[in-house]
């Protein structure tokens, strides 16, 4: 089993920056392939990036070049570094951590208003 708690979320202006956090407990943290999903009420989860066990990372198109992820594995904690915020980023979003099963958070609100 693996217990995931994001945090971070908030309001924010466009243009401006929010990290979030999800910190695993209850298993070998390292092992998991760490994702953040967001969704949109009325639209389906989305994948927003994903990084391995061993660091390599994968993003969705909408957020390439203003979004970053990174794993501590010492911390068991996954980020999400999200820059240059638009309106669209506007969403709740989920920290996944996969290993054969899939695991998820209860979800963080980001807002971004004009």
């Known amino acids: 089993q693996v217990q995931l708690v994001e945090s971070g979320g908030g309001l924010v202006q466009a243009g401006k920056s929010l990290k979030l956090s999800c910190a695993a407990s209850g298993s070998i943290f390292s092992i998991f392939v760490m994702g953040w999903y967001r969704q949109i009420p009325g639209k389906q989860r989305e994948l927003v990036a994903e990084?391995?066990?061993?660091?390599?990372?994968n993003y969705a198109d909408f957020v390439k070049g203003r979004f970053t992820i990174s794993r501590d594995n010492a911390k068991n904690t996954v980020y999400l570094q999200m820059n240059s915020l638009k309106l669209e980023d506007t969403a709740v979003y989920y920290c996944?951590?996969?290993?054969?099963?899939?695991?998820w958070g209860q979800g963080t609100q980001v807002t971004v208003s004009s």
């Open positions: 996944n951590a996969a290993y054969f099963l899939n695991y």
């Open positions: 990084i391995t066990s061993g660091g390599s990372t």
